[in-house]
């Protein structure tokens, strides 16, 4: 058993604690009955609490489950996404329509992306995969535009292209489609 000295700030006192791991179940949006592994500090009348370094980890935790439940995108995947495509947050969450927050949570497991979210992360990928790319039509170089050398161009001038049609196609992508170029 792990014993460790926390200062627990709602009680004001520092004590000895207890590790502990508990398999609990618990519901994350539409998923009622995931399984997850929760892990806590017993203080020495019993209750448990969360781990005071790291608060998030067992709400982390129940993210993971339902986005390995759902065979979601995780956090690490999405950010790897936005680093091939040498984009910024801000730039990548205006190229999906998102919000740069929104982004930034998911991609730190401090949110779950929403099923449309999760579309525009899966087609992402796919055109990443198939054509090396997104399609032309996603993007748009402002008229500010500045060529940075030949081959590269500064991807902070690149915007969204408000187009409904493309942007409604990808927000309800789905990898079993027939997508074809879409650009």
Known sequence: ????????????????????WQVE???VRDETHLLVK?????AADGELWVDFDHPMENVQAAF??????????????????????NMTVRRFAEVLGIAPSSLTQIENNLR?????????FEAVA???KIQGRLP???????????VASD?????????YHNEKMAHDRVKNFDKQDDFGDAS
């Open 126 to 128: 796919y055109f990443l």
């Open 112 to 120: 779950v992306q929403a099923k449309y979210q999760e579309n525009l």
């Open 151 to 159: 081959d590269q161009v500064d991807n902070d001038y690149i915007r």
């Open 38 to 42: 929760n892990h806590y500090w017993q």
């Open 136 to 146: 032309e039509k996603w993007l748009v170089k402002s008229d500010r535009a500045t």
């Open 25 to 27: 179940q618990v519901k």
């Open 64 to 85: 993971n489950a339902f986005r390995e439940s759902k065979g979601y995108l995780k956090p690490d995947e999405i950010r790897a996404l936005r680093h091939k495509l």
């Open 1 to 20: 058993m792990t014993k460790k000295e926390f200062y627990n700030p709602e009680t004001d006192t520092t004590e000895t604690y207890t590790e502990v």
